[in-house]
């Protein structure tokens, strides 16, 4: 029997991890990896990181679970500066390091961007995948793929595919204009002397990150944020360090997980006292924890001390629930001496504005967004270049049609939805908008002094957020996604979501397996069920992080009960600890799910 040729889109930390773990489970498989970019590493790759970069984790937390960083790259654990943070030029050589050391990098085929993908045959008689690239045997005229595989991964993540702001005039301005994903490319020539004033475009932790290292090579910056909290938006910035531990630890513990509501859990006593309303204490409980978390994650920020913090404070104040919204993606504070840059006001000027047309060979207008008789007026600025903070989008939209992108359960714009397909999910949308609104009151009443912005796209709607619903009726295990939900540990979900979505691929579980050998009707409503739940799992994102949850599958706080979930279908056990107290109040790490591939196949031989 030939080896299953299986092909992975995407180098970054998801794809290496699912490839590696991949291997793991079918060692024959002849496995490739097509990555757009001239470097692997997506985020972290040579040609993104640059000096001052720093991750939002420290030392420990990000990193795949086996291969520890710091063993990798033969340094110290207190690599990185105030939260033991790890400096992006680490995560770009310990990528490479990982990729030669399992055999993955002669595996990847770079500068291979894809631009189409078609399916072989369909979900109930599937015969694998066609994918074209720019430049290839399509756009030279053939009619026939660059590459067909059997099985097909998409690790193509969240920051891939920039998003750049339609401004008019564009001709009119000479100076530079680049995204963020290439500052570390331009840094050289943002950084030249004849650059004096760069304005930077987007509130998140990118234009955090680019201030600090333009502030550090002695150029003044005009940072523009629009005011009304969306794209380009004001997320909260967060310490870098939270009663004296970096804050990502502090909140990778279980015992605060009590406080955030599970669309799972509607039946213990934890979610009768905190989460059902039935309780006046336990909702005065709930409300005044994360009154106080809020007040304790945003007290570095001290935004009334300058006119330039007054403008950055958010929409949503602590005591409304900032940090239980989580309304836009947090910024955690890495370089702790931008914010009293910003305050000093000697190298940086923040304006709460739109940028709405270019005016000269250097200047560009602002203007206040949504326009109104008491807006501010806003003197045209002049600008020797441009950086965009701007986020990105879906990559998949390059190169997926929206058909496909359907019935993969992928996002696909409002107006490309067929009427079936409107008839399917609208009434079990419905219906899950009611139930989260009746089991869970305070998701209700989102605080009025933020705009949300209307849905342009269908949500995510992938079974745990890896396959489509259909291949799993039909057992097409042809393809997976991974790197799509977003949670606050991002190094323990690359490991559990990449053993999850091989197990799948590889048939070592099937989550109708109880219902196969019984009739074709109990298939169907087992089907109906899961439907329901993902139609659930759909919206979730929305009501609970609200624009943040419209623009990608967020379940940042959720990150215990997604981790829970995907081991327990595998039969692997969720408690990574060796005591109960540390379980439940100890900091998680990778490296505490370092054993997990090695218990899923011991569990795949004794069966």
């Not at 972290?44 to 720093?54: K, Q």
């Not at 078609?118 to 720019?134: A, C, L, M, N, S």
């Not at 989460?275 to 009154?291: E, M, N, P, R, V």
């Not at 370089?335 to 200047?363: F, K, L, M």
Request: proline share 7%; with cysteine.
């Amino acid at each position: 029997m030939p080896p299953t040729r299986i092909i992975v889109v995407g180098s970054g930390l998801y794809g290496l991890a699912f490839a590696e773990t991949y291997m793991k489970i079918d060692p024959t498989a002849s496995l490739t990896i097509l990555e757009a970019d001239p470097h692997l590493g997506g985020t972290w790759s040579t040609e993104r990181v640059y000096p001052t970069l720093l991750a939002q984790q420290p030392c420990g937390s990000y990193e795949i679970p086996g291969y520890p960083l710091t063993e990798v790259n033969e340094i110290s654990s207190n690599m990185g500066t105030y939260g033991n943070f790890i400096p992006g030029t680490f995560l770009s050589i310990y990528l490479i390091n990982f990729a030669k050391k399992t055999g993955l990098y002669d595996k990847i085929i770079f500068n291979t961007r894809v631009s189409g993908i078609e399916k072989i045959g369909t979900v109930e008689d599937p015969h694998g995948w066609k994918i074209f690239v720019h430049g290839g045997k399509k756009d030279n005229g053939l009619d026939e793929p660059d590459y067909v595989c059997d099985k097909l991964v998409l690790a193509v993540g969240n920051t891939s595919t920039e998003q750049v702001p339609s401004i008019p005039s564009e001709e009119l301005f000479t100076g530079i204009k680049i995204h963020s994903k290439y500052f570390g490319r331009e840094l050289p020539h943002l950084t030249a002397p004849e650059i004096h004033t760069v304005t930077v475009y987007g509130g998140g932790k990118s234009a955090l990150d680019t201030i600090h290292a333009l502030v550090q090579a002695g150029k003044k910056v005009h940072w523009v944020i629009r005011p009304d909290e969306t794209t380009p938006g004001l997320p909260f910035y967060a310490n870098g360090v939270t009663l004296g531990i970096n804050t990502l630890p502090f909140m990778s513990t279980r015992d605060k997980s009590i406080f955030i509501p599970n669309p799972e859990d509607t039946q213990s006593g934890v979610y009768n006292f905190l989460h059902s309303g039935k309780s006046w204490l336990g909702s005065w409980i709930f409300k005044k924890y994360w009154s106080f978390l809020g007040n304790l994650v945003l007290s570095r920020m001290n935004y009334t001390r300058s006119e330039n913090g007054k403008k950055l404070i958010p929409q949503i104040k602590p005591e409304d629930g900032l940090i239980f919204w989580t309304n836009c993606t947090p910024a955690v504070l890495t370089s702790p001496e931008v914010i009293d840059w910003i305050h000093n006001g000697e190298h940086i000027t923040v304006h709460r504005a739109e940028i709405t047309a270019y005016s000269s060979a250097n200047t560009i207008t602002l203007a206040t967004y949504p326009p109104s008789s008491t807006s501010p007026t806003h003197a045209p600025l002049t600008t020797d270049a441009i950086v965009f903070c701007t986020g990105y989008k879906h990559s998949t939209n390059l190169f997926l049609a929206p058909s496909l992108r359907l019935s993969l359960g992928f996002p696909a714009p409002l107006t490309s939805v067929p009427p079936e397909d409107a008839a399917l999910w609208t009434p079990l949308t419905t219906s899950a908008h009611e139930h989260i609104s009746a089991k869970f009151p305070y998701l209700k009443t989102p605080p009025t002094s933020t705009r949300i912005m209307p849905a342009r796209d269908t949500p995510w709607r992938l079974y745990r957020h890896t396959i489509p619903l259909e291949y799993l009726r039909h057992q097409d295990r042809s393809f997976a996604s991974v790197g799509t939900v977003q949670v606050l540990n991002t190094g323990i979900m690359t490991a559990i979501n990449a053993l999850w979505a091989s197990a799948w691929l590889t048939g070592g579980y099937d989550p109708l397996e109880s219902h196969r050998n019984g009739t074709a009707s109990e298939v169907d409503v087992a089907m109906d069920l899961l439907y329901a739940k993902v139609a659930e799992e759909s919206i979730w994102p929305s009501r609970r992080y609200l624009n943040h949850g419209i623009k990608g599958d967020a379940w940042m706080q959720e990150l215990f009960f997604i981790f829970d979930a995907f081991l327990k279908d595998l039969g692997v056990n969720p408690q990574r600890k060796s005591t109960w107290l540390a379980h439940r109040f100890g900091a998680h790490y990778p490296s505490d799910y370092a054993k997990i591939v090695d218990e899923y196949l011991a569990l795949k031989r004794a069966t």
